[in-house]
């Protein structure tokens, strides 16, 4: 029912639960390879479970439903897996590990198949904001301090901190990407007991197959690892969600000053003809407001038990794909707002001269500002 405003963009495809199945399929095929590199179990083994590993040989719902039984889907998903592969090699399906292993793993490999789209609609944003500055530097507006007309400033330098807060945000989360998106292996209570002494090279030669980083130790219950990763894409929808914020007050029909540009029916109303609301504007801020509570939950599931979690960890699963999903869509609209963003150069020089008028400022010296619009745009170029 929510899908068009909360599922925009392209990380909703890449955490839905077919994205899930596959990911652990993934991780079962690619371990199992790593196995075979290591010289625990049989190479034809390897092969025949890796043949069987496509998604669109199980059925999510049913894995879903048998999920309750075992308190995670791993446990369906393996006794499913084992009755598609020849018997003689179905002992060696999920050699070693643990449900945890499997699913960590996973959301590893969904969180960086959503970036991919997120990153490339955040980059979008950001030139769209490039191209805002460069065809407006000379129009000079009110700025507002507390809601409240204060000194004139530049539209230019306006999108300009919109631009860095993207950059830097984005920056932020592709770097903790790179950081924190790692394998997970450590069998039953992550002493990698069940591969003969070669623990260490099997979790090595899995991670070379998923792409993944391999970590010191299995993280099992330190989660710092989804707990960055989500506070990183909090920041992204947080700086967002600023650029939708203004964008929304700046539409108002008493401010006037940009406004979306749109289609047939865009932003109608259901009961004023007259109205022309700033949907993707909205939209962007419905998300950012939405991931912080998402990011606490990642948070609080951080204080885990031991060496398995009594439910912090499974509260981790739908919220990180929840995370994802918003940070995607928040990416994708503010793309389309900044691409599509109209600027009222007449009505921004009437609101700033009646501002003077009222407040009875003289002229003031914008030179600073342009100069501080120049080394946004150079920084930005500087930006992956």
Known sequence: MFAGVFSRGGAAEQVSARAWLQAMLDTEAALTRACAHAGVIPSAAAEAIGEACSAGCFDVEVIGLDAAGGGNPVIPLVRA???????????????????????????????????????????????????????????????????????????????????????????????????????????PVGTLAGYDGKGLAVASALARQLGLADPALPWHTVRVRPAALAGSLALLTGALGKAGRDVTLMAQDEVGEARERGGEGRGGSSSMTHKRNPVAAVAVVACAQRVPGLVATIHAAMLQEHERAAG???????????????????AAWGREMLEHLEVDRDRIRANLDAAVARIGLEALDLGAADALVDRALAEHKETP
């Open 312 to 330: 912090a960890w499974h509260a981790e699963w739908e919220t990180l794909s929840d995370i994802l999903r918003l940070t995607g869509a928040a």
């Open 81 to 187: 897996l084992r009755a598609q592969v020849p018997p003689e090699h179905a002992e060696h399906v999920h050699h070693g590990a643990t449900s945890q292993d499997i699913l960590d793993t996973a959301a590893m490999l969904v969180a960086r198949r959503a970036l991919a789209p997120i990153l490339d609609d955040a980059a979008g944003a950001a030139a769209a904001c490039v191209a805002l500055a460069e065809a407006h530097r000379g129009a000079v507006v009110i700025g507002r301090t507390l809601l409240q007309q204060a000194l004139p400033t530049t539209f230019a330098l306006k999108v300009c901190e919109w631009l860095s807060g993207i950059d830097e945000a984005r920056t932020a989360v592709a770097n903790t990407a790179e950081r924190v998106l790692a394998v997970q292996l450590g069998g």
